[in-house]
């Protein structure tokens, strides 16, 4: 079975579904049109210079404002500075990861830090650890 087939797959079971460092490598534009996906989670390449470079700054509005037309979620990976974190949430960035919010930590210890950023309905904020 190809990864395509395997996709309807996966939903009937609940599980979403992303691509990983979109902008870069094999993570093409036409992607968006050959898999039902969830989650579209942008390369920290693009990410790193975004307060400083104006392609990078471009780049990312651009793709989020795409992936959002297409009813896709974003992700942005490696986010390290306060300013990083502004910027994307100006943007709408829905999800964001990096050292800004935590360093790798123990399951236990990531426990403990869902339950601080948690909130009543279950769903989680935008929070630094």
Known sequence: MTVLSWIPHYRNHGIEVSIDDFGTGFSALSYLKQFDIDYLKIDRSFISEITV?????????????????????????????????????????????????????????????????????????FHRA
């Open 53 to 125: 470079d104006e392609s990078d700054k471009a780049l990312t509005e651009a793709i989020i404002v795409m992936a959002h037309k297409l009813g896709i979620k974003t992700i942005a990976e490696g986010v390290e500075t306060r300013a990083q974190h502004d910027m994307l949430r100006l943007f709408g960035c829905d999800y964001a990861q990096g050292f800004w919010y935590s360093r790798p930590v123990p399951a236990s210890a990531f426990e403990t830090i869902l339950g601080r950023t948690q909130t009543e309905d279950g769903s989680f904020f």
